[in-house]
Nanobody, 126 residues
Framework: QVQLVESGGGLVQAGGSLRLSCAASGGTFSAYTIAWFRQAPGKEREGISCFSVSDGMTYYADSVKGRFTTSRDNTKNLMYLQMTNLKPEETAVYYC???????????????????WGQGTQVTVAS
């Protein structure tokens, strides 16, 4: 079973950038599909991006395409989320999650993921 720890959150001005990291331990990192989610107060958890080990592709939510980039380093058991041009409405707790399986059409559904980190707060000031 894999353990996930996010880091890199903080306070940023609108239009600014942040890079989040997700460190994995306790499992074979390269075997998992890893995704990023976020959850704002009072809202449902939203899938942002996913790196699939099944097809080697990265998937993004429409809301972040062109601004966010996901990458992973299997040699270091790390996953990254580079966020640019951040907006105040993107203030949320950001989570990474791991799944044994991958479903291309439903990767954004939280229920499909087996392991979760504790989250890191991102606050975007206007």
């Amino acid at each position: 079973q894999v353990q996930l720890v996010e880091s890199g959150g903080g306070l940023v001005q609108a239009g600014g950038s942040l890079r989040l990291s997700c460190a994995a331990s306790g499992g074979t990192f390269s075997a998992y599909t890893i995704a990023w989610f976020r959850q704002a107060p009072g809202k449902e958890r939203e899938g942002i991006s996913c790196f699939s080990v099944s097809d080697g592709m990265t998937y993004y939510a429409d809301s972040v395409k062109g601004r966010f980039t996901t990458s992973r380093d299997n040699t270091k058991n790390l996953m990254y989320l580079q966020m640019t041009n951040l907006k105040p409405e993107e203030t949320a707790v950001y989570y990474c999650a791991a799944a044994w399986n991958f479903f291309a059409t439903t990767w954004y559904k939280p229920s499909l993921y087996d392991f979760w980190g504790q989250g890191t707060q991102v606050t975007v000031a206007s």
